[in-house]
């Protein structure tokens, strides 16, 4: 609860003893405020009584004060559409952001599993590279031993071959020492 102050000011040249909760420096403003006012209408007709000066006062007062609050709640009546669009507005920019934190969240689960899937290619890709190895140097031994099995088989055929013909040779002997 706030702590009420008493305020002596003078309007119109007569002291008042002002009690409020506002600061002294608030009901000073004021005190000076409707001095001025009582002031500006005694001086537009000065044959008006102190008590008829205070009334008029009070009334030029009181138009400012319904005028304003007049304004001021045709500007309530104004920004009424305008707040409850900032509402709705506020509110999906709460959605939008759960929404983008989810995405975030997405987004990095996503990428450990796009570095480990590339870790995995990354380790086949090798594994890959030594079978390819692997298979060249078995291609190279097939090459080397298809050169050694075409060598042979050639040596075979000739080899074949002189044997038929010393067979040939031999039987032509044979022949020879038989008809002798």
Do not use: C, W
């Not at 506002?22 to 044959?47: G, L, M, P, T, W």
């Not at 007062?61 to 506020?90: G, N, R």
């Not at 090798?126 to 390819?132: A, D, F, L």
């Not at 080899?159 to 038929?164: A, H, K, S, T």
């Amino acid at each position: 609860m706030t702590e009420r102050k008493k305020v002596v000011v003078k309007i119109n040249g007569q002291d008042f003893t002002v009690i409020g909760n506002e600061s002294e420096e608030y009901i000073r403003h004021i005190a000076k405020f409707v001095d001025e006012k009582i002031s500006e209408v005694q001086s537009k007709n000065k044959k008006l009584t102190q008590s008829m000066a205070s009334i008029l006062t009070a009334f030029n007062i009181a138009d400012l004060y319904y005028k304003s609050y007049i304004e001021l709640t045709d500007l309530k009546e104004e920004i009424k559409e305008p707040l409850h669009e900032f509402e709705i507005l506020k509110v999906k920019t709460e959605n939008y952001e759960k929404e983008k934190n989810i995405l975030e969240e997405e987004r990095l689960e996503y990428k450990e599993e796009l570095l480990s899937l590339k870790k995995e290619i990354d380790k086949k890709d090798s594994k890959i590279r030594r079978y390819e190895q692997a298979l060249k140097l078995k291609e190279n031994e097939i090459q080397k031993s298809e050169k050694i099995i075409s060598e042979l088989q050639n040596k075979l055929f000739e080899n074949q071959l002189e044997l038929v013909q010393t067979k040939k040779e031999l039987e032509e002997f044979l022949k020879s020492l038989d008809e002798e």
